[in-house]
């Protein structure tokens, strides 16, 4: 009603500044409110005679009280024939002075009582609540769904079972993610799981080789079936075959002590040249009459690492006995020094046949043989790994560098003793981290 007699008295005002002398006519279209109010509406002058009114009789007659006019409130209420009224008022005001008022009038009962669409509301709310629940679950079965289809498959891969399908048509990024990733992992774990039961055979299969080899040559002994320079020979071979199956048992121990971090390793501050030229030169001894070409490049200057010489030995030992398996004729093999900032790195370089590239992921992992190894070389495929293990211990690492039908470079890395590290002259012991 307040905005209602307002823009009335806007229209007077615009009316009488256009200089238009015809009179003002009320449309009930014109006055009644969203909320189909239609109050009585009166045009009075400053001594409050009604001037024109949109109905011919209403609750104010010919004269709209002055206490009403002068008062300073736009919205009052009166009684009017024992019934309250609201009366709400808007100045006409032409070059800022007041010529008369816009008054509008109607009865408390009427603007109490609005009368509002409920059943259209409680429709929309009803809808929009039945939208939102299908939109919910149709996602949630969007989501839901392949969801459940990864746990049923995790079930099937916890009993063994790893040939599973899950079909992937998730548009969703994150759903996508996850069950490409399962299947990913899938796959890994079925490749681990046939490799854990071929390595198994594998271990078993080297173990059992010179065992039976001994109790046949043993065997052959006690029934007198070899008698003079052989049956020494076949004495002489059952010791080696004994010295291969300890070397294997032993190799097994220490493979466990290291991966349960039960083994110290004595740190002690060596010159790197040094070191490496004893391990290489205790390798030579070892291959007697058989001739490999082998050439140590040192570094210029004296650089002192902290290391454990046997362990070192040890993985020096493996790598250059795996380069000369590597090579079918005798062929070269360089030992490399090289300092790089607060690194020191020894390649192991060979001339041989390569690791294919199939198989360099995993020449690291416990028990792994090559394809070439497994049928030409007895062992347990522990070297590799066990050599890794030893040289994180001492606080390096072992990587394969490359590897081609040219030849294969493994690196040993290590940390060189600087100013700021404190000089060890003398033996510590260190607890084995991997």
Not at 16 to 32: G, M, S, V
Not at 56 to 81: C, F, H, R
Request: glycine share 4%.
């Amino acid at each position: 009603m307040s905005l209602l007699a307002e823009n009335l008295a806007e229209r007077i005002v615009a009316m009488n500044e256009t200089e238009q002398d015809q009179p003002l006519f009320f449309y009930e279209r014109e006055i009644k409110t969203e909320l189909e109010i239609n109050p009585s509406t009166y045009i009075v002058n400053t001594s409050g005679n009604i001037v024109s009114s949109n109905r011919p009789i209403g609750p104010i007659e010919q004269q709209l009280n002055s206490s009403i006019l002068k008062s300073d409130d736009t919205i009052q209420s009166l009684d009017i024939y024992d019934n309250e009224f609201y009366v709400v008022k808007s100045p006409i005001e032409i070059n800022d002075s007041v010529i008369g008022w816009v008054a509008m009038v109607e009865s408390k009962e009427k603007l109490a009582h609005v009368d509002q669409e409920y059943n259209q509301l409680a429709i929309l709310i009803i809808s929009l609540a039945l939208l939102g629940w299908a939109a919910i679950y149709v996602l949630s079965k969007r989501l839901s769904k392949p969801i459940k289809d990864v746990a049923e498959a995790a079930k099937l891969v916890a009993e063994g079972n790893y040939q599973i399908h899950i079909p992937n048509e998730s548009k969703e990024k994150e759903v996508y993610e996850l069950i490409h990733s399962f299947k990913e992992m899938t796959k890994k774990l079925e490749r681990l799981e046939s490799l854990r039961t071929e390595l198994l055979a594998g271990v078993t299969h080297e173990l059992k080789t010179p065992v039976t080899s001994i109790s046949g040559l043993l065997q052959a002994l006690k029934d007198g079936v070899v008698t003079g320079d052989e049956a020494k020979e076949f004495i002489n071979i059952s010791l080696k075959e004994t010295e291969k199956m300890k070397t294997m048992v032993g190799d097994l121990l220490t493979f466990n002590q290291f991966a349960a971090n039960a083994v110290l390793v004595n740190n002690e501050t060596h010159a790197i040249n040094d070191i490496v030229e004893d391990a290489v030169s205790s390798w030579q001894v070892v291959q007697k009459e058989e001739e490999i070409n082998i050439k140590v490049d040192k570094l210029l200057n004296t650089v002192r690492v902290l290391v454990d010489p046997i362990r070192f030995q040890q993985v020096m030992t493996n790598l250059l006995n795996n380069a000369k398996q590597s090579m079918v004729n005798n062929g070269d093999i360089n030992v490399t020094l090289k300092e790089n900032g607060e690194r020191i790195m020894i390649d192991v370089s060979d001339s041989g046949c390569g690791i294919p590239e199939v198989e360099q992921p995993f020449i690291f992992e416990r028990f792994f043989r090559g394809e070439k190894k497994k049928y030409n070389i007895r062992g347990l495929g522990l070297g590799l790994a066990l050599s890794k293990m030893m040289i994180q211990s001492i606080g390096g690492d072992l990587v394969l560098l490359k590897s081609s039908a040219e030849g294969t470079t493994f690196r040993i890395i290590l940390l060189k003793i600087t100013a700021n590290m404190p000089d060890q002259n003398k033996s510590n012991r260190v607890e084995n981290e991997v």
